[in-house]
């Protein structure tokens, strides 16, 4: 059984805000790790709609205990326009996943989606060298993931989503720090592409169409679906019934969360979860993602 969470008067909260919230596994992931470890904190879900977001940022950034906020689609973009700081990677992309208020009373926000997703292709093994990849989704996840992604040595990123503008914004912000080209495409046509990246909502909700055509993806790629659902997206079904390696979000939560527990001021506990062979890792993987099984 994993350890429970014992809440006391000197627990401290990490609030972590999506709108919706059910489908996130960052509170399940650190409060796993935070019980295993023997900290005093706690992760809780907050759903919060768009036009509800500021209040809720200002009110629950007051609370003398609140460490701060995980932030999940869609508000990673949105939030960027309440705080008074980012740091380098946030400011690139023009996105935050995790926010705290300083000892002065100001808001900064960070992004470890991009370093999370680039650990996500080491631990699952996928070269990106030399190698095309398309990216379907241009928001905040997928902004980080294109910044991140131009140090990687790839030899092309192809952008595509359904608001052309969103698309060319990305381009524009990325392309001029990318060793590689990046284009916008008109279509999410993942033929010849040897890496394909599944960046939007698409697949939270029942009835949701897939985001490509699963029948056009090469035999030899690999697809990320960056979403954390309980079970494999409608997407990564298809496509690992067709044989192509297909990976949910799931590693890539997991391998930002030492940076963003130092982030948020657990630096020991950071350095645990960095050491090779982690137990508290492997927890994590095995309880709060039991259901999404790698297929490689």
Sequence with gaps: MPPTPLIRGTTEVLFCVADPVAQVKAPEAYNLVFAAAGV???????RATAGHLAAFVREALALGNARGLLVSIPH????????DRFD?????????NAVRRAADGTL????????????????????????????????GAGLAIASALAAT???????FDIDPARAAKLVQRVA??????????????????????????LGLREGDPLPLDPAQVSPSATVM?????????PLVRACRERGVAAHMGDEMLVQQMPATLEYFGYPALAEALRQPGSPWLHAVRQQAFPA???NT
Aim: proline share 9%; net charge positive; charged share 15%.
């Design 88 to 96: 380098a990677g946030a400011q690139a992309a023009g996105a935050v």
């Design 108 to 139: 900064e926000g960070a992004l470890f989606d991009g370093a999370g997703f680039v650990g996500a292709l080491r631990h699952h093994g996928v070269a990106t060298a030399g190698r095309r990849a398309l990216l379907v989704g241009a928001g």
């Design 176 to 201: 001029a720090r990318s060793p590689f080209p990046l284009r916008g495409v008109h279509a999410p046509a993942p033929a010849g592409f040897d890496l394909v990246i599944q960046a939007t909502p």
């Design 76 to 83: 990673k973009t949105a939030l960027m326009r309440l705080l």
């Design 153 to 159: 040595g790839l030899a092309e990123l192809a952008v």
């Design 292 to 294: 999404t099984p790698s």
């Design 40 to 46: 005093d904190t706690v992760v809780v879900p907050a």
């Design 225 to 233: 679906d960056i979403l954390m659902t309980p079970r494999p997206s």
